[in-house]
Nanobody, 121 residues
Framework: QVQLVESGGGLVQAGGSLRLACAAS????????MGWHRQAPGKQREWVGT???????NYADSVKDRFTISRDNTKNTVYLQMNSLKPEDTAVYYC???????????????WGQGTQVTVSS
C-alpha cells in the first residue's frame, strides 16, 4: 500500500558528497516524521538523523556538521545531503517514515529497501 524508495547511493571518494532521496508513495493521508538509518556489514543498524513534519532536525553525533536532512512535502520526499564523506560512512542507508493512510488512520512506521553508499579512501 505504501512504499518508500531510496535513491542516490553510489561510490564516492573520501571527502566527496552524495545526496540521497527517499520518496514515499501510496495511499498516504499524512506523512509525519521521516528519518535515515544506516547499517554497515556486521554491525547493527544505527540512527543517522530525523526531520519532523515541521522541519525540525536531529542528528547522530557521528554525522553532525557533515550531513543535512531536509524534506519536500509537495513530493513526499526526504533528502540526506552527505558532505565530507569518510570510509566509515560506508553502509546501506535506509529511510523510514511515520505514515497514516486513508485506510489506517493511525501512525505506521514504514521502511525503504535501502541504498548502498560506498566511500573509498
Amino acid at each position: 500500500q505504501v512504499q518508500l524508495v531510496e535513491s542516490g547511493g553510489g561510490l564516492v571518494q573520501a571527502g566527496g558528497s552524495l545526496r540521497l532521496a527517499c520518496a514515499a508513495s501510496g495511499s498516504i493521508s499524512r506523512l509525519g516524521g521521516m528519518g535515515w538509518h544506516r547499517q554497515a556489514p556486521g554491525k547493527q543498524r544505527e540512527w543517522v538523523g530525523t526531520v519532523t513534519d515541521g522541519g525540525d532536525t536531529n542528528y547522530a553525533d557521528s554525522v553532525k556538521d557533515r550531513f543535512t536532512i531536509s524534506r519536500d512535502n509537495t513530493k513526499n520526499t526526504v533528502y540526506l545531503q552527505m558532505n565530507s564523506l569518510k570510509p566509515e560512512d560506508t553502509a546501506v542507508y535506509y529511510c523510514n517514515a511515520a505514515i497514516s493512510t486513508y485506510r489506517r488512520s493511525y501512525w505506521t512506521e514504514y521502511w525503504g529497501q535501502g541504498t548502498q553508499v560506498t566511500v573509498s579512501s
